[in-house]
């Protein structure tokens, strides 16, 4: 029998995976959400050490931020899974130090483990992502004239409202170049998941995979990628909207 | 800025870079790791054995070669064209 490959148009596949996948939909995207956001809580002060402290360290220091990322980042997952396991070092560090009930009501250590856990796959998502923040915020910082700094001085601006009315507002390009480039690549991020998470920690791109070479269903797996592209171009949208992409410090 | 902020500023950074180098390191250390059987993932001994023949895996040779030449050759048309 000759077998022929019929298309017929079905938005039922959409619904279907929104309801069956929108859970881990939504945990994809608080994962990327909060590494983003502690990744940014690292980046910042960091470009600010490149940028007013580095002197001509400067070139170095940016170079160091991008080097890691020259290394495959599965060998990297693969090392934190090392790093992170039950007789791994951190864990021992974390008992020597007694932080291990700090860490379990903070839900970071759970039954006394720290990877298959969601904090080590947030980890992970964000020593991944931490050089897509720090470089647009350095190249942001970078174009702040320092005569304005000299002016604000002049002032008698102290070094707090100096940061938060010259250095902050001019830095925010900066910030939306970052979140746009590490947001993405985190919500759609495979490696990460499946080797710094255990099965309840499975993010949206593990359930394509598994949707299209594991269970060969290729119209959900393409309805699911459909649905996450119109998320993350939404979200886009949302941060772009009012903007021009020229005023982006786009590395 | 104060030199308290100065110190507190660098120790912050200094975390940072530690989290970016510290898979880098385990992948340096493991590389001198003795394993006995098949997984390199707990620290058992160390040795310079892994490093003494770096090119004695026939098929790891040829995919590194492999490498070596896309990268070379996607260069070169990005040097040329741009994108």
Same mark, same amino acid.
């Given at each position: 029998?000759?077998?022929?490959?019929?298309?017929?148009?079905?938005?039922?596949?959409?619904?279907?995976?929104?309801?069956?996948?929108?859970?881990?939909?939504?945990?994809?995207?608080?994962?990327?959400?909060?590494?983003?956001?502690?990744?940014?809580?690292?980046?910042?002060?960091?470009?600010?050490?490149?940028?007013?402290?580095?002197?001509?360290?400067?070139?170095?220091? &940016?170079?160091?931020?991008?080097?890691?990322?020259?290394?495959?980042?599965?060998?990297?997952?693969?090392?934190?899974?090392?790093?992170?396991?039950?007789?791994?070092?951190?864990?021992? $560090?974390?008992?020597?130090?007694?932080?291990?009930?700090?860490?379990?009501?903070?839900?970071?250590?759970?039954?006394?483990?720290?990877?298959?856990?969601?904090?080590?796959?947030?980890?992970?998502?964000?020593?991944?992502?931490?050089?897509?923040?720090? $470089?647009?915020?350095?190249?942001?910082?970078?174009?702040?004239?320092?005569?304005?700094?000299?002016?604000?001085?002049? $002032?008698?601006?102290?070094?707090?409202?100096?940061?938060?009315?010259?250095?902050?507002?001019?830095?925010?390009?900066?910030?939306?170049?970052?979140?746009?480039?590490?947001?993405?690549?985190?919500?759609?991020?495979?490696?990460?998941?499946?080797?710094?998470?255990?099965?309840?920690?499975?993010?949206?791109?593990?359930?394509?995979?598994?949707?299209?070479?594991?269970?060969?269903?290729?119209?959900?797996?393409?309805? $699911?990628?459909?649905?996450?592209?119109?998320? &993350?171009?939404?979200?886009?949208?949302?941060?772009?909207?009012?903007?021009?992409?020229?005023?982006?410090?786009?590395? | 800025?104060?030199?308290?902020?100065?110190?507190?500023?660098?120790?912050?950074? *200094?975390?940072?870079?530690?989290?970016?180098? #510290?898979?880098?390191?385990?992948?340096?250390?493991?590389?001198?790791? *003795?394993?006995?059987?098949?997984?390199?993932?707990?620290?058992?001994?160390?040795?310079?054995?892994?490093?003494?023949?770096?090119?004695?895996? #026939?098929?790891?040779?040829?995919?590194?070669?492999?490498?070596?030449?896309?990268?070379?050759?996607? #260069?070169?048309?990005?040097?040329?064209?741009? *994108?």
């Amino acid at each position: 029998m000759r077998r022929a490959t019929v298309f017929t148009v079905h938005w039922s596949n959409h619904r279907e995976v929104l309801q069956a996948h929108g859970a881990v939909l939504g945990r994809s995207f608080r994962y990327a959400l909060l590494a983003t956001g502690i990744g940014l809580v690292l980046a910042y002060p960091l470009a600010l050490v490149i940028r007013f402290r580095g002197g001509r360290w400067q070139p170095l220091l &940016i170079g160091l931020v991008v080097l890691p990322s020259l290394s495959s980042y599965l060998v990297r997952a693969i090392s934190w899974t090392s790093l992170l396991g039950d007789s791994g070092p951190v864990l021992a $560090l974390v008992h020597s130090l007694g932080l291990s009930g700090l860490l379990t009501t903070l839900g970071v250590l759970q039954d006394g483990r720290l990877l298959n856990t969601p904090a080590s796959v947030i980890l992970g998502l964000t020593t991944t992502l931490l050089p897509f923040l720090v $470089l647009p915020l350095v190249v942001a910082l970078q174009r702040i004239d320092t005569r304005l700094l000299e002016a604000a001085a002049d $002032l008698h601006v102290g070094p707090l409202r100096c940061f938060t009315q010259v250095v902050w507002p001019l830095s925010r390009p900066g910030l939306v170049a970052g979140l746009l480039l590490s947001l993405i690549p985190a919500a759609g991020d495979v490696v990460n998941p499946q080797f710094l998470g255990g099965p309840n920690q499975r993010m949206i791109a593990n359930t394509i995979e598994n949707l299209l070479l594991v269970q060969l269903q290729a119209p959900r797996a393409a309805a $699911l990628t459909l649905v996450l592209m119109a998320l &993350i171009s939404l979200a886009v949208v949302l941060q772009l909207r009012g903007r021009s992409l020229e005023e982006l410090p786009l590395p | 800025m104060s030199r308290v902020a100065t110190f507190l500023l660098g120790l912050w950074s *200094a975390l940072a870079y530690g989290l970016l180098y #510290a898979p880098i390191a385990v992948m340096v250390l493991f590389s001198f790791n *003795a394993p006995r059987g098949r997984f390199n993932l707990l620290w058992q001994g160390f040795t310079l054995e892994n490093w003494r023949h770096p090119l004695r895996d #026939a098929a790891l040779t040829q995919a590194f070669l492999t490498s070596l030449a896309l990268a070379l050759a996607a #260069a070169c048309w990005r040097c040329c064209w741009g *994108a």
